[in-house]
């Protein structure tokens, strides 16, 4: 753990005293580093930051709360790694400033521009500095039930490992800032047994088992242990499962693509909006809240769609689930829409689209290919599209 970093015993800090918690890095000297299981609380600067390394970091388990507040800078600063670094189970709490990001993110709840979000789920989704993925949910540090203890009663003028440590030395927070119930698989945990955190050699995927609470400091001691020699060398059946494991959770947020009339084929967010000279696609500003999401934005696909125009394209690793948000164009006509395969031909059955609010419909797709989302006749406006095991474009 990493807290009051840059700050002396008697609450004077100095800039000079750096006042990062995890500093992951220097010089832009690409070294891979693996954090798991780490809380960073209270420092003056960054709770985590790579601190300009440019290789894929692996952090999975992992809580910051409240860093910055000297320095004004974000609970996690990861945003100068390679698009190959490994973010899971991170829970950012009362941030000071935006969290930035450059890898890919599954099971976490991070900060940017006064709004969190959560990318739930284990499928990893793709982010780049500032973006903005994921559902809008309160901040952790003020949602009631996911934390065991938010009460900081460590006195920085006693001894510290007294009343933090065991007798025998391992870590015992007293479940300050540790998650619980549904909110578990997230951030970290100590004075517990049977942790065991492994992460692919691959940088692909992560699986952490959360563990049973227990007052046995010995076996926390050999689930350390465990949790060292996995992350040191992966099972097999955790490089197979690696290897099969090809998909992320896509998401395309209308609030991501730039207004005004798009007459050609654009990549967003991994998914391509589909259009022509002829037949174009419309974004334009519409303010609409929804599912804990505030949308500014709406893609108007502008009449019935095929696989060649006025449709959202994306790609399926396999078996995969399929969520929009979205409107008729006509508030006194409901519209339908569907999902067709690259030849054109209907995949699923249509959904009925009301034009006086938004509606979320669900789609499964069975196999592994190339789809498009379509208006069966007249417009539609999208606002949200999430593939649960998609490939980016």
């Not at 993925?133 to 996911?146: E, L, N, S, Y």
Request: net charge positive; aromatic share 8%.
């Amino acid at each position: 753990m990493a807290f009051n970093n840059g700050t002396l015993s008697n609450g004077v800090h100095y800039a000079n005293g750096d006042m990062n918690g995890f500093k992951l890095g220097g010089s832009g000297v690409g070294t891979p580093h693996n954090v798991m299981n780490c809380l960073s609380f209270d420092n003056g600067a960054t709770g985590f930051t790579d601190n300009n390394n440019p290789t894929g970091l692996t952090i999975v388990n992992v809580t910051a709360w409240g860093n910055g507040k000297y320095a004004k800078k974000g609970n996690f600063l990861c945003y100068r790694t390679s698009s190959a670094a490994i973010f899971k189970g991170l829970v950012s709490a009362g941030a000071i400033d935006s969290d930035k990001f450059t890898g890919k993110m599954a099971d976490s709840i991070y900060y940017n521009s006064g709004k969190y979000y959560n990318l739930s789920g284990s499928l990893f989704t793709s982010l780049v500095s500032g973006d903005k993925k994921g559902t809008v949910v309160t901040d952790p540090a003020k949602t009631a039930g996911m934390f065991k203890n938010t009460v900081n009663a460590i006195d920085m003028s006693k001894n510290i490992d007294k009343q933090l440590r065991n007798s025998d030395g391992t870590v015992n927070m007293n479940g300050l800032y540790e998650t619980i119930g549904s909110y578990a698989s997230m951030g970290a945990r100590f004075n517990v047994a049977n942790q065991m955190i492994s992460v692919s050699s691959k940088n692909s995927s992560s699986e952490v088992t959360k563990p049973e609470e227990t007052t046995k400091a010995q076996e926390t001691t050999k689930a350390t242990e465990a949790t060292t020699k996995e992350t040191q060398a992966p099972t097999k059946a955790t490089e197979a499962s690696s290897v099969s494991t090809k998909g992320e959770k896509l998401i395309l947020n209308a609030n991501d693509v730039s207004t005004g009339k798009i007459k050609s084929s654009t990549v967003v967010d991994g998914l391509r909006i589909v259009a022509t000279s002829k037949k174009t696609v419309t974004v334009d500003k519409s303010d609409k809240d929804y599912k804990n999401i505030s949308f500014t934005k709406r893609i108007k696909l502008g009449g019935a769609g095929s696989e060649s125009a006025r449709a959202i394209a994306f790609k399926t690793a396999g078996e995969s689930k399929v969520k929009i948000y979205a409107t008729s164009s006509d508030t006194d006509t409901s519209r339908l829409i569907k999902i067709i395969d690259k030849n054109g031909n209907d995949v699923t059955s249509t959904a009925k689209i009301p034009g006086s609010s938004l509606k979320s419909v669900s789609f499964r797709l069975d196999e592994a290919g190339e789809y498009y989302i379509v208006s069966e006749s007249g417009g539609v406006n999208i606002y949200y599209v999430e593939v649960s095991n998609g490939i980016a474009y």
